[in-house]
């Protein structure tokens, strides 16, 4: 068995010498990519300058008013967005106030929707019986006092009392027509104009009552002024803070101010729009540029330099902000004197952690080679290069993101150039 073994060994060795190469997988296959040449221009050499990375907005949120802390709803580090509550203070005395507020409010309403309704039929029909009952009893003492005043001016039996009793009838059930006759055609006509405007004033009243109460409750919430990321924690459940007293610090960091001191001969050389490019070792893995947007007049009394703030979009994502306020950042200033350079498109930049190659394509053998470059200024879409590349060298600006070292390609147009693998 042994001696099987070994010649099933040396069978394999012998088959294994004589086996013709087979070619590597990346030898086999072809990429279509896009490509570009590098050209020689002139443009305004780079200062390399550090800066630090500030939110573009902080916010040290406060209490619109006095109160008690019922709820603290964020932590530091928490994502928040544009009218997230924050800070709940308590609220209950509102409340009550609130709720007995819309019940006056209702009352209110239905005093005026009565008024506005006018005379019911069945109010009408309780009137006119009421004003035909009045009619009759007067209509009883008007005769009744006429008999009994005859009978005393004839000097019959009738005492002065019965007469003088007789007549006050006659006056009380007067007026008590006169009354029901008012009444009835008041019922008719339905209410007064008056009365209306008087009871919708009293309704607006308790409708304002109500706006306001609603927007002192308003104010017991504390909410985010924009979206950003909880910094700073000045309160806690249970803590009594007044107006004006901070209570949580927000900072925006979904755009990000790269802060840079540029001395005097320098910042006269820099324009509003300049495009800048940002490096922040081992955290960015792709190109990163901003703008300047902002240069202050005004040195710094003990370095003498000026800051200049260079706006940069910043990404954000599950894991937060890559960009995080506090960070260093090498900054390329595009303000030293003019002078030929080596520039390519930025798509031509392939990032692999602190690395930055381009793949050179030799339209002879239409293989590539992966070389290290160094960045300097950018302008527009074009970037300084230096390092293994020469003026007039094609490089892949599509397509390249699988590439490796000896891959044969097939060059395509920049503008219909595939970057999917044949």
């Given at each position: 068995m042994f001696r099987t073994q070994r010649c099933l060994l040396l069978s394999l060795l012998l088959s294994a010498l004589f086996l013709p190469d087979i070619p590597s997988v990346n030898a086999q296959r072809t990429q279509n990519v896009a490509v570009t040449q590098v050209q020689e221009l002139e443009f305004a050499g780079s200062q390399n300058s550090v800066g630090i990375i500030n939110a573009s907005k902080t916010a040290r949120v406060g209490a619109a008013v006095d109160g008690r802390v019922a709820d603290l709803l964020v932590e530091e580090g928490d994502a928040v967005t544009t009218g997230q509550p924050l800070v709940n203070l308590q609220t209950a005395i509102l409340q009550f106030q609130l709720e007995g507020a819309k019940a006056e409010l209702a009352l209110r309403q239905a005093e005026l929707d009565e008024l506005n309704a006018g005379t019911t039929k069945e109010e009408l029909d309780a009137s006119m019986a009421n004003l035909r009952a009045s009619e009759a009893a007067k209509k009883f003492s008007d005769w009744n006092f006429s008999r009994v005043e005859k009978l005393f001016q004839g000097g019959q039996v009738v005492s002065e009392t019965e007469f003088q009793q007789a007549q006050a009838n006659q006056k009380r059930d007067e007026q008590l027509y006169q009354a029901a006759l008012s009444s009835?055609?008041?019922?008719?006509?339905?209410?007064?104009?008056?009365?209306?405007?008087?009871?919708?004033?009293?309704?607006?009243?308790?409708?304002?009552?109500?706006?306001?109460?609603?927007?002192?409750?308003?104010?017991?919430?504390?909410?985010?002024?924009?979206?950003?990321?909880?910094?700073?924690k000045h309160s806690e459940q249970g803590q009594w803070v007044t107006k004006g007293e901070v209570v949580v610090q927000i900072i925006k960091l979904d755009e990000v101010d790269v802060v840079v001191n540029v001395t005097?001969?320098?910042?006269?050389?820099?324009?509003l729009g300049d495009q800048v490019r940002i490096d922040v070792p081992n955290v960015t893995q792709q190109l990163v540029f901003g703008d300047v947007f902002a240069i202050v007049p005004e040195a710094d009394p003990q370095s003498r330099t000026f800051p200049v703030k260079i706006?940069?979009?910043?990404?954000?994502?599950?894991?937060?902000?890559?960009?995080?306020?506090?960070?260093?950042?090498r900054v390329e200033l595009p303000v030293g004197k003019p002078k030929k350079m080596l520039m390519a498109p930025k798509d031509a930049i392939v990032l692999n952690g602190n690395r930055r190659t381009m793949f050179v394509v030799d339209e002879t053998t239409m293989q590539v080679s992966e070389v290290a470059v160094e960045l300097g200024v950018s302008n527009g879409d074009l970037i300084e290069v230096t390092g293994g590349v020469e003026a007039g060298q094609s490089v892949v600006i599509r397509g390249n993101e699988r590439l490796k070292s000896g891959q044969k390609v097939q060059i395509t147009s920049p503008q219909t150039g595939s970057s999917k693998e044949e």
């Open positions: 009835h055609r008041l019922n008719v006509r339905g209410p007064r104009k008056e009365l209306i405007v008087q009871a919708t004033a009293r309704l607006n009243g308790q409708v304002a009552v109500i706006k306001s109460l609603e927007e002192q409750l308003k104010r017991h919430t504390i909410i985010s002024p924009f979206n950003g990321f909880v910094t700073i005097a001969d320098h910042v006269s050389k820099l324009a706006r940069v979009k910043n990404e954000v994502g599950k894991a937060g902000p890559v960009l995080k306020a506090g960070m260093l950042a």
